[in-house]
């Protein structure tokens, strides 16, 4: 079997990952459909006094959960000798393994399209435990002759996946099947999830020399027509920046004193401070986002988490700064036990609330330079509709990861993200990004 990728059904290729290094006779670029599942849901408060979704909602990440659906999914088609079955996988910038659950994968829950079956490709077989993807620092270890990963359980194979150009297919791209995948929830609609992190096992490391090491997205959020999708872009189909307007955040490599074989996954990045309507709030210092010594800490750019999770110690300053501009407009604070800060809505507020701003480490210029990237985030991704639109409350949280930061899916939205992985950057600049969208098909 091929694995087609051609417009809608071009996903496939986001559900598999590669063995030895692809080679590719052309650099070129391709898209893949990214839909907005953004539901809404009822909400509890756990034992610890931390917001999470109840058990109706999607759950992607068992250790961090936010009050909104601010899921993405890619639609992926997979070409059979049955014929082509369309699929979605939830994409996922930290993790470093792209799935699907397959034939006889328990609990048995419902998805868009059927489940998966190996069996009937030609060109499928499971990956070696020899093979140099089967040993650290990949999310995916020998198990006999074969090669498995766990949460989900089930093992790696390859196959061929075509992107865009069907005279061009690419050999030896490794994915996970699943068996087991009892901490995922479909939500009806997920097979799987398409991995894009910093391992050689993800989909952009394994197809990087096809597509210049680049990858992009601009994500839609609530309020935007839901008929309508993005795509998540890969080398020359991604748009190029704006001369100004535009800022590049440094990725950092792996700390030297992690543990042997210890390796990154996730896009970490090292954020500087927090400014509201362009001043730095006091007493947020760039220590309290560093990497400690065992690997914890630190901040990480991730769109399969709902919204931005702070440290405590900022959590509680960007917090009271914030309340406390609106409470100087005069809108009073009102107590919800499932969120911690919310306003009732009235006249005006939308306009009252105040920008937000990140500050991160750009690349260093030739000159020896240091340079800063900054991420602004406006109302309508600082705070969203609650109890029948009577409240607003705040969409960013304190972390539930001990002391690591991450930039959520909410507080991407509206902003253009262009991976570079060869010079280790992520370009961001402001984009109407329903404006890089066209209407769903019917069929979805």
Request: aromatic residues 10%; glycine residues 10%.
């Amino acid at each position: 079997m091929e694995i087609t990728a051609s417009t809608l059904l071009l996903l496939m290729a986001s559900v598999l990952v590669h063995v030895l290094p692809t080679i590719c006779a052309t650099v070129g670029g391709f898209s893949l459909p990214l839909v907005a599942n953004h539901g809404g849901g009822t909400y509890r408060v756990d034992n610890d006094g931390v917001v999470v979704v109840n058990t109706t909602n999607f759950h992607h990440r068992s250790s961090v959960t936010g009050p909104l659906e601010y899921m993405y999914g890619v639609a992926v088609g997979v070409g059979t000798g049955h014929g082509k079955g369309a699929y979605f996988l939830v994409l996922d910038t930290a993790s470093s393994l792209t799935w699907m659950r397959c034939l006889h994968c328990l609990p048995e829950q419902s998805q868009y399209g059927s489940v998966f079956d190996p069996g009937h490709s030609g060109s499928y077989r499971p990956l070696q435990s020899t093979s140099p993807l089967c040993r650290p620092p990949n999310p995916v270890h020998p198990a006999g002759h074969k090669c498995s990963f766990h949460l989900p359980h089930g093992f790696v194979g390859v196959d061929t996946i075509i992107l865009g150009n069907p005279t061009l297919p690419i050999h030896g791209i490794a994915f996970g099947c699943a068996q087991a995948t009892e901490a995922f929830h479909t939500k009806g609609t997920f097979a799987g999830t398409l991995g894009m992190g910093r391992l050689p096992t993800s989909l952009i490391m394994q197809i990087k020399d096809c597509v210049a090491w680049r990858f992009s997205y601009c994500l839609i959020g609530q309020g935007h027509s839901q008929d309508r999708h993005g795509f998540i872009r890969f080398g020359a189909d991604i748009p190029e920046p704006l001369p100004l307007g535009h800022h590049r955040i440094k990725i950092l490599p792996t700390p030297p004193h992690l543990p042997h074989g210890v390796a990154d996954s996730a896009y970490y990045v090292k954020l500087l401070g927090v400014s509201l309507n362009g001043s730095p709030i006091p007493g947020i210092h760039q220590n309290m986002f560093e990497r400690r010594h065992d690997g914890s800490g630190g901040c990480f750019v991730d769109i399969g988490i709902q919204v931005t999770h702070l440290v405590w110690a900022a959590y509680t300053l960007v917090e009271n700064a914030v309340a406390g501009v609106l409470q100087q407009w005069g809108y009073e604070r009102v107590h919800d036990h499932n969120f911690r800060l919310c306003f009732r809505q009235k006249p005006a507020i939308w306009s009252r609330i105040p920008r937000l701003t990140l500050d991160f480490e750009g690349p260093t210029t030739r000159h020896g330079e240091r340079t800063r990237a900054h991420l602004e985030i406006r109302s309508r991704g600082l705070f969203f509709n609650v109890d029948n639109e009577q409240l607003l409350c705040f969409g960013v949280y304190p972390t539930t990861m001990g002391h690591t930061t991450v930039i959520g899916a909410m507080q991407q939205v509206d902003t253009r993200f262009i991976f570079y992985l060869r010079a280790n950057t992520i370009t961001i600049h402001p984009e109407s990004c329903e404006d890089d969208t066209v209407p769903t098909p019917s069929e979805w």
